[in-house]
């Protein structure tokens, strides 16, 4: 509690007694909790890469780079890490533009086995290099009303995420229900799955189940809570399912036509 206090006198400027008021700041503070978390998180992640790039440059300056099978082997590592900076400070661009109170959402009705198309050719060789096969059973001719480049971001998430948690050989269901006002669209993987305590928190800000893993599949850590974002700027919701070792589903409910919560 926040307390700020002032005295009352009466009509001859005689002492009454004070008010108080106590004003209860622990959405406040919960909230200064977050952002702080928040930079703190945001600065470790860019610390790891940044100090295994600067590492290595180093060493192969210090003499290393005479040598030639070292000086391949070090300038991949840079050029990896580099690379993960890269897609870490993109979605942390994206995120905070997701966040935005006025976020402007380029909205088209599109045909949905279009976008889902495209993000197939973008995973196919990760998903090829795994023996995992993707089933789709989406009705062509169905048109939503969405922002189709967040939209095609949404399903990349949810589809490289059930590439990366998914072992070889298993498999991946896209399918869409229609029913008279909205959709769910649900991607479901045959994978290592969620243990139940951690469900409540997967679409937070870096929160990972297993960190190692996470990191050796290039996961920033970021991927759901994009997902969560451009979900609730549809107007629509996301539900998780997940076994352990059995898989998981995750379900996007969406109105058909989108109206804007400001008009
Ligand atoms: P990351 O970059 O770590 O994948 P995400 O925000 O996309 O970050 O996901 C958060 C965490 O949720 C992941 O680290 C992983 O532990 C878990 N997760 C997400 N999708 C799946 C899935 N399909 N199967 C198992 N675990 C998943």
């Given at each position: ?70 000086r391949e ?19 942390l ?100 799955g ?45 539900e ?24």
């Amino acid at each position: 509690f926040m307390i700020s206090g002032a005295p009352i006198f009466n009509h001859s400027k005689e002492w009454k007694g004070v008010v108080l008021v106590f004003h209860d700041i622990t959405d406040l503070k919960r909230l200064e909790e977050m952002r702080k978390d928040f930079v703190a998180n945001v600065s470790h992640e860019l610390k790891t890469p940044i100090t295994s790039i600067k590492g290595f440059a180093e060493t192969l300056l210090g003499g290393a780079q005479e040598d030639p099978e070292v000086r391949e082997q070090f300038l991949s590592i840079i050029y990896k890490e580099s690379g993960r900076l890269q897609l870490l400070i993109s979605d942390l661009l994206e995120l905070s533009k997701l966040e935005k109170e006025d976020l402007q959402l380029n909205i088209q009705k599109v045909t949905i086995r279009s976008l889902i198309d495209d993000v197939l050719s973008l995973v196919r060789h990760s998903a090829e290099e795994k023996e995992i096969e993707i089933n789709v059973d989406v009705d062509p001719d169905l048109k939503l009303e969405v922002d189709s480049s967040r939209f095609t971001q949404l399903l990349l998430n949810l589809v490289t995420n059930a590439i990366h948690y998914t072992p070889e050989g298993e498999h991946i269901y896209i399918n869409m229900d229609e029913h008279e006002n909205d959709i769910k669209l649900t991607v479901r993987d045959t994978g290592i799955g969620i243990p139940s305590e951690h469900l409540p928190r997967i679409f937070e800000r870096f929160y990972r189940v297993d960190k190692a893993r996470s990191r050796n599949s290039g996961g920033t850590g970021l991927g759901l809570a994009i997902v969560k974002h451009i979900v609730e700027a549809h107007n629509g919701k996301i539900e998780v399912e997940s076994e352990v070792n059995k898989g998981t589903t995750f379900s996007v409910i969406l109105p058909k036509e989108f109206t804007n919560p400001s008009s």
